[in-house]
């Protein structure tokens, strides 16, 4: 009777097996749900990328034209001719005055009998705007104009003061030939 009760080998074996089939069916339906999860993932991901790539690409095209744009516009600035401000008799007045006054300020370093020292330091400073301004009469913002003006000018040199920093000064062009 005892022998009855325990199994055989051979119903060993197939108890054995039937526990196994049974945890791999376990493990294959999980892994079946987990694969069509990954599927359900990897359709939204691809739909997301889709997007994506969509958004890239209206982007890259607005981009593109934005920059094609700017290209022409930069293109057209820089092509175009500088307006030529010729000035009228007022100006044209103006800048003979600044002309004489330093030509006869020259002249009088000429006489003077320090002269050669004095006229080489003034060759190399020239007049400030804002005397200028005090000697012409004109305004300071009206004398800034005319260095414009002056600086296009053939006959003057616009520069910065070799002393004062913040100042600029006019001078007369020949004098740069000789002391630069």
Same mark, same amino acid.
């Given at each position: 009777?005892r022998a009855?009760?325990?199994p055989?080998?051979?119903?060993?074996?197939?108890?054995?097996?039937?526990?196994?089939l049974?945890?791999?069916?376990?493990?294959?339906?999980?892994?079946?749900r987990?694969?069509?999860?990954?599927?359900?993932?990897?359709?939204? /991901? =691809? =739909?997301?990328?889709?997007?994506?790539?969509?958004?890239?690409?209206?982007?890259?095209?607005?981009?593109?034209?934005?920059?094609i744009?700017?290209?022409?516009?930069?293109?057209?600035?820089?092509?175009?001719?500088?307006?030529?401000?010729?000035?009228?008799?007022?100006?044209?007045?103006?800048?003979?005055?600044?002309?004489? /006054?330093?030509?006869?300020?020259?002249?009088?370093?000429?006489?003077?009998?320090?002269?050669k020292?004095? /006229?080489?330091?003034?060759?190399? =400073?020239?007049?400030?705007?804002?005397?200028i301004?005090?000697?012409?009469?004109?305004?300071?913002?009206?004398?800034?104009?005319?260095?414009?003006?002056?600086?296009?000018?053939?006959?003057?040199?616009?520069?910065?003061?070799?002393?004062?920093?913040?100042s600029?000064?006019?001078?007369?062009?020949?004098?740069?030939?000789?002391?630069?």
């Amino acid at each position: 009777m005892r022998a009855e009760l325990l199994p055989t080998a051979e119903d060993a074996r197939q108890i054995l097996i039937e526990e196994r089939l049974e945890r791999l069916e376990d493990l294959c339906t999980r892994l079946g749900r987990k694969v069509e999860q990954l599927e359900k993932d990897k359709k939204e /991901l =691809e =739909e997301k990328l889709h997007g994506v790539q969509e958004l890239s690409k209206e982007s890259f095209g607005e981009l593109k034209n934005e920059i094609i744009f700017d290209k022409k516009r930069i293109t057209k600035l820089e092509d175009a001719p500088e307006a030529e401000c010729k000035p009228n008799e007022k100006t044209q007045t103006h800048l003979e005055s600044i002309f004489r /006054l330093l030509a006869a300020k020259e002249a009088n370093y000429r006489k003077d009998s320090y002269g050669k020292a004095l /006229l080489t330091q003034y060759k190399r =400073e020239g007049l400030l705007l804002s005397q200028i301004s005090g000697i012409l009469g004109l305004s300071s913002e009206r004398v800034r104009q005319l260095a414009k003006l002056a600086a296009k000018d053939s006959r003057f040199n616009v520069c910065w003061h070799p002393k004062k920093k913040n100042s600029k000064i006019i001078r007369l062009s020949r004098w740069d030939a000789q002391y630069v």
